[in-house]
């Protein structure tokens, strides 16, 4: 989904930090690496990538390997976009992409009062925690 903005910033794929967050949360939480090691920045493939394909894929490594995704909580800050209007979409995207329930994938915004690179919006901030099940042998 494309989300108008009047400033920004690069990166090697599409800069969705949501998904990036999300990512290094579920690698963390199975003790796998993070983003990085699994889609390399000299991987160029991974150039101008869509970020929600690497979350589709990586839901699948995960239950691949014998693990449910209970819940995810997403947290962006970022002072220059309104986000509310484009929550419910974020969500249903995610859920999609990870094969979970809408209501057990939540995302919440924070403006942190402009202040900073995040509340400029030269630069946004995203945090994600899982809660992930290994399933029974
Ligand atoms: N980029 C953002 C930031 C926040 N929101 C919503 O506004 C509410 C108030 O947040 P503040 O950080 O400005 O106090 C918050 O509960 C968010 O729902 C937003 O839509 N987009
Ligand atoms: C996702 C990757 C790969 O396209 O690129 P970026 O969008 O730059 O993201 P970053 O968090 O800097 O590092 C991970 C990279 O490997």
Not at 10 to 39: K, N, P
Not at 48 to 54: E, I, P, T
Request: hydrophobic fraction near 45%.
């Amino acid at each position: 989904m494309d989300i108008p903005a009047d400033v920004g910033f690069d990166t090697h794929s599409d800069g969705d930090v949501l998904c990036h967050a999300l990512l290094d949360a579920l690698a963390g939480a199975i003790a796998d690496g993070d983003l990085g090691t699994h889609y390399r920045e000299d991987d160029l493939d991974a150039e101008d990538a869509v970020s929600l394909g690497f979350v589709e894929e990586f839901a699948q490594y995960l239950a691949d390997r014998g693990y449910i995704v209970g819940n995810v909580d997403g947290f962006i800050t970022l002072g220059t976009v309104r986000l509310r209007p484009h929550i419910e979409a974020v969500r249903e995207n995610l859920a999609k992409a990870l094969r979970m329930d809408l209501a057990e994938v939540s995302v919440k915004a924070r403006s942190i009062d402009g202040i900073g690179p995040e509340g400029e919006g030269t630069a946004c901030g995203a945090w994600v925690s899982v809660l992930g099940y290994r399933a029974a042998d």
